[in-house]
Structures are given as structure tokens and as C-alpha cells.
């Protein structure tokens, strides 16, 4: 551990935004498990009546380095986190971890996962549940197959087709991502790590996996699992719209474009023709010849595999750009937006 704890001196401040929210039984035991390389810790009191104010006010009288943050209504836990990024910044913090209140996550590891962040190797990291076998055997099976779906929709949605575990709300970001990212667009419920994704990747973020363990207790998620699965995918599929508009069709219009477009066209002119004829020839009841049937048939197949070839070509293209490219990027941005007036919190 001193080992570590040299390694990270000098680096940077390390920060943790932990959101609260019901958890005046659980606070006390992740602040105090925050290791002392970290500088700052913000809580952010997201309004709840379970008597978490209190107790947070007295954890900031015995540890100097609390920040309080109370938000002036229930924002939910990307409300809340946005609050605690913007807090954190103010305060000088170089990379920024979030740890949730109900201690699912143990915050001893908080700098591991700040530590790519502070080296310059990554704008955001998010830590990966699904790294260990073993871990994963711990997980309750209703998690682990939600997780599952959800994975693949965020992968559709943020382009980061390298992360495995995209739901998971143990993440480190650096201050300068912070700046540039329109925290007040972000989603503000528990959207929020999936859409922090999408909006990284429009700016050609640098985002890695960290292996971590997560511990599961007696504790009770206030997510609605059939309100996750009736909302996430049309966001899911709202930003991936958005992403392959302006990925493919604004910033950059190539070969995987004309593949995306190509096959829209074709896979929609042979799903109407052929749904036409088969609905003619029900009325006439006469079969449709072998002609028409190719007719409908060839341009769905074509169609298809254009929109495989592209999907395949979004697949292999990494938005983790090098690290030229990207410091060039993100000095540009950072110039921009501290032309910018301050925005309200």
C-alpha cells in the first residue's frame, strides 16, 4: 500500500462524489473507508427523508476533507453525480471517482481506478464486475441477466464496444472531461452512466475497463426494472441515432456511410414491396411469380449484410483515438469552453 500510495503522489488531486439517497445506515461506513490518497470527498444530499442529512453533517465534522452538496430537489443519482463533478472541480480535483452510498462499492479502491485518469491513459474508467468468474458467480442472477441485456444497448448506443460492463456506476473521469461535457444534457436518472457514454464518445473520449469486485448485501435498489425495460431502450436507441448521425452522416461521410444508408434503402424498399405483393396476391388469391419474389427478397438480403458490413466497421473502429489526436482534441475543446460564460448549477 505505501508503494501505491507513492505512486500516486504528486499526480493530482483524487476526489470522490458519492450521491446520497436513503442511506443514513451506509454512509459512515463508505466515508470511512475512503483510503487517504484521496483529497476530497463531495457528498451530495439528494434530498430524502431518511435522516441522511444529519448524519452526513456529522461526518463532515470529523473528516476535513467532506464537501457538502445539498441539491435543492430530489435530482436522482445522475443529478446528483453531475452536482458532485461540479463541486469537485471547483475544489481543484484532477480526477473525479464516484462511489454510490449503499456500499456496493468498496471506495479502497478508488484510487486504483483514478490512477489511469491521473497517468493521462484515459478521460473516463469504468470498473468491470465481470473481469473474475468467481465474481460474477456472487452476482444475483436477475442482475446478471438485466446487465447483460443492458451491456449490448449501451454498446449500440455509445460506440464503446470495448467495454464490458457499461451499467456499472463505479467510474473514475478526469476535471477536463468534466469541462467539456454538457453535464446539463446528461440524463438525470439512472440513464446517466449509459448516457456520460454517449456523450464522451462524441468528443472521442479515452475510456478503459477496470477490473473490480462489487459486493452484494441485503441492500434494495430503488431502480424499477420494469421501468428500466419500457425506457432504456428508446433512450438507447435515441442515442444511437444520434451517434450515427453525426459519426457517419455530419463529421465524417465514407464507405461505412453509403453501407448504412445502402442498406436502409434496400432493406426497406424489399420489407414494403414484398409486404405489398403478399397482401396482392392474398386479395387476388393468385401466387406471386418467382420474378416478384426475388424482387422483394434479393434487396432485404443485400440490404442486410450492407447493414452488417457497417455495423462490423463501427465495431473495429475504436473512438479511443491515440493520444495525439487526442490531447489535440481535448486543448481545443478546453479552449472553447473557457471562452464560454460560466453555466448555472
Given at each position: 500500500m505505501?508503494?501505491?500510495?507513492?505512486?500516486?503522489?504528486?499526480?493530482?488531486?483524487?476526489?470522490?462524489v458519492?450521491?446520497?439517497y436513503?442511506?443514513?445506515?451506509?454512509i459512515?461506513?463508505?466515508?470511512?473507508?475512503?483510503?487517504?490518497?484521496?483529497?476530497?470527498?463531495v457528498?451530495?444530499?439528494?434530498r430524502?427523508?431518511?435522516?441522511?442529512?444529519?448524519?452526513?453533517?456529522?461526518?463532515?465534522e470529523?473528516?476535513?476533507?467532506?464537501?457538502?452538496v445539498?441539491?435543492?430537489?430530489?435530482?436522482?443519482?445522475?443529478?446528483?453525480?453531475?452536482?458532485?463533478?461540479?463541486?469537485?472541480?471547483?475544489?481543484?480535483?484532477?480526477?473525479?471517482?464516484?462511489?454510490?452510498?449503499?456500499?456496493?462499492?468498496?471506495?479502497?479502491?478508488?484510487?486504483?481506478?483514478?490512477?489511469?485518469?491521473?497517468?493521462?491513459?484515459?478521460?473516463?474508467?469504468?470498473?468491470n464486475?465481470?473481469?473474475?468468474?468467481?465474481?460474477?458467480?456472487?452476482?444475483?442472477?436477475?442482475?446478471?441477466?438485466?446487465?447483460?441485456?443492458?451491456?449490448?444497448?449501451?454498446?449500440?448506443?455509445s460506440?464503446?464496444?470495448?467495454?464490458?460492463?457499461?451499467?456499472?456506476?463505479?467510474?473514475?473521469?478526469s476535471?477536463?472531461?468534466?469541462?467539456?461535457?454538457?453535464?446539463?444534457?446528461?440524463?438525470?436518472?439512472?440513464?446517466?452512466?449509459?448516457?456520460?457514454?454517449f456523450?464522451?464518445n462524441t468528443?472521442?473520449a479515452?475510456?478503459?475497463?477496470q477490473?473490480?469486485?462489487?459486493?452484494?448485501?441485503d441492500?434494495k435498489?430503488?431502480?424499477?426494472?420494469?421501468?428500466?425495460?419500457?425506457t432504456?431502450p428508446?433512450?438507447?436507441?435515441?442515442?444511437?441515432?444520434?451517434?450515427?448521425?453525426?459519426n457517419?452522416?455530419?463529421?465524417?461521410?465514407?464507405?461505412?456511410?453509403?453501407?448504412?444508408?445502402?442498406?436502409?434503402?434496400?432493406?426497406?424498399?424489399?420489407?414494403?414491396?414484398?409486404?405489398f405483393?403478399?397482401v396482392?396476391?392474398s386479395?387476388?388469391g393468385?401466387?406471386?411469380?418467382?420474378?416478384?419474389?426475388?424482387?422483394?427478397?434479393t434487396?432485404?438480403?443485400?440490404?442486410?449484410?450492407?447493414?452488417?458490413?457497417?455495423?462490423?466497421?463501427?465495431?473495429?473502429?475504436?473512438?479511443?483515438?491515440t493520444?495525439?489526436?487526442?490531447?489535440?482534441?481535448?486543448?481545443?475543446?478546453?479552449?472553447?469552453?473557457?471562452?464560454?460564460?460560466?453555466?448555472?448549477?
Open positions: 505505501n508503494d501505491h500510495r507513492k505512486e500516486i503522489e504528486g499526480t493530482g488531486k483524487i476526489a470522490v458519492v450521491p446520497c436513503k442511506c443514513s445506515a451506509t459512515g461506513d463508505v466515508v470511512s473507508s475512503v483510503p487517504p490518497e484521496v483529497s476530497i470527498i457528498l451530495v444530499d439528494d430524502s427523508d431518511d435522516g441522511q442529512s444529519e448524519v452526513m453533517a456529522k461526518l463532515s470529523s473528516d476535513n476533507r467532506i464537501s457538502l445539498r441539491n435543492a430537489q430530489n435530482l436522482g443519482v445522475g443529478g446528483a453525480t453531475v452536482a458532485g463533478y461540479r463541486r469537485a472541480v471547483e475544489l481543484g480535483a484532477t480526477a473525479i471517482v464516484k462511489v454510490d452510498s449503499d456500499g456496493q462499492m468498496d471506495p479502497a479502491f478508488a484510487p486504483l481506478l483514478a490512477r489511469p485518469v491521473l497517468e493521462g491513459r484515459a478521460d473516463y474508467v469504468k470498473g464486475r465481470f473481469f473474475d468468474i468467481e465474481s460474477v458467480r456472487s452476482m444475483p442472477l436477475l442482475r446478471l441477466m438485466g446487465n447483460a441485456g443492458l451491456t449490448f444497448f449501451s454498446r449500440l448506443s460506440g464503446y464496444w470495448n467495454i464490458s460492463d457499461p451499467t456499472n456506476g463505479f467510474t473514475a473521469i476535471a477536463d472531461a468534466v469541462r467539456i461535457l454538457p453535464l446539463n444534457k446528461v440524463n438525470e436518472r439512472y440513464f446517466f452512466e449509459s448516457d456520460l457514454l456523450r464522451l468528443f472521442g479515452l475510456v478503459i475497463d477490473p473490480m469486485e462489487a459486493i452484494y448485501g441492500e435498489s430503488n431502480l424499477s426494472i420494469t421501468h428500466s425495460m419500457l432504456f428508446l433512450l438507447h436507441l435515441r442515442n444511437f441515432t444520434k451517434r450515427v448521425v453525426y457517419y452522416i455530419l463529421r465524417n461521410f465514407d464507405v461505412a456511410s453509403l453501407s448504412l444508408l445502402g442498406g436502409l434503402l434496400l432493406l426497406t424498399f424489399g420489407l414494403v414491396f414484398g409486404i405483393e403478399w396482392e396476391s386479395r387476388t393468385m401466387p406471386a411469380t418467382a420474378g416478384t419474389v426475388m424482387l422483394s427478397v434487396p432485404v438480403l443485400v440490404g442486410f449484410q450492407l447493414l452488417l458490413s457497417f455495423l462490423h466497421y463501427d465495431i473495429s473502429k475504436n473512438p479511443n483515438q493520444m495525439n489526436s487526442r490531447a489535440s482534441s481535448l486543448t481545443v475543446l478546453l479552449k472553447r469552453d473557457l471562452k464560454r460564460p460560466p453555466k448555472e448549477t
